[in-house]
């Protein structure tokens, strides 16, 4: 194997690896936004709740 051949497969694993890193990172972000979308979601139901029957005078 030449060095230049050495050289385009060692360009090719480095490509696929960048590309790996990132396809994990959008899963993991998109996962990880899920989930604290959630948590908000259930936090502000539960501020406007209170805030409501604050306003309501319960």
Do not use: Y
């Amino acid at each position: 194997m030449k060095a230049s051949e050495k050289l385009f497969c060692a360009r090719c694993l480095t490509i696929l690896g960048i590309v790996l890193v990132l396809f994990l990172v959008v899963v993991i972000a998109d996962s990880m936004s899920t989930l604290w979308l959630e948590d908000m979601e259930r936090e502000l139901a539960a501020s406007l709740e209170i805030s409501s029957n604050a306003i309501a005078g319960r």
